[in-house]
T-cell receptor, first 115, second 118 residues
């Protein structure tokens, strides 16, 4: 079974600084997708970034980037120039291939941004 | 704009009553919808996968007679919590599987429904 582990229940970062959230996963599949979702206090899940496992290049979306280490099954999220609006719960998620339906979510990391 | 809506956003009901939660696709026809449950400060747990026109597929440990799912149309799926008990109090989130484009698809999440059973 696929499992997703986020070992940091809580993290904090100073505004404008950089923070990295960790995620590891376990799978025997070779084709899969990884995601980072943000859940602000409104509870609306928002896709931050996605990574296809077959791509070696790390995905980036503006201030958000990932460090995808396939052999180590590691998928960390780096937030640069942190803003107050980045404060939220962040979930790492795994989906098996492009035809897979089910998301497997990690337990989440609560990010606090200090003004 | 919003792709997925859920109604109601919050509901309080008495123990023993049933509650229906609606999930609507606003932007496209969704053949597949998902229902998740999230306890406070915990992750999302998939409850069931809802396919239009067929019976929902429930995850292990989820009582299908307690959590009735009806995917009546390509834009609407409903989750009915029957004979609700306080332990059913939770945050329920639906998500939609978008149509495949170029061999890939996205999942869009609804804003969630907070259920409190007294």
């Amino acid at each position: 079974a696929q499992t997703v582990t986020q070992s940091q229940p809580e993290m904090s970062v100073q505004e404008a600084e950089t923070v990295t959230l960790s995620c590891t996963y376990d799978t025997s599949e070779s084709d899969y997708y990884l995601f980072w979702y943000k859940q602000p206090p409104s509870r609306q899940m928002i896709l931050v970034i996605r990574q296809e496992a077959y791509k070696q290049q790390n995905a980036t979306e503006n201030r958000f980037s990932v460090n995808f280490q396939k052999a180590a099954k590691s998928f960390s999220l780096k937030i640069s120039d942190s803003q107050l609006g980045d404060a939220a719960m962040y979930f790492c998620a795994y989906r098996r291939s492009n035809t897979g339906n089910q998301f497997y979510f990690g337990t989440g990391t609560s990010l606090t941004v200090i003004p | 704009g919003a792709v997925v809506s859920q109604h109601p956003s919050r509901v309080i009901c008495k123990s023993g009553t049933s509650v229906k939660i609606e999930c609507r696709s606003l932007d496209f026809q969704a053949t597949t919808m998902f229902w998740y449950r999230q306890f406070p400060k915990q992750s999302l747990m998939l409850m069931a996968t809802s396919n239009e026109g067929s019976k929902a597929t429930y995850e292990q440990g989820v009582e299908k007679d307690k959590f009735l799912i009806n995917h009546a149309s390509l834009t609407l799926s409903t989750l009915t919590v029957t004979s609700a008990h306080p332990e059913d109090s939770s945050f329920y989130i639906c998500s939609l599987k978008s149509p495949s484009r170029g061999g890939t698809y996205e999942q869009y999440f609804g804003p969630g429904t907070r259920l409190t059973v007294t």
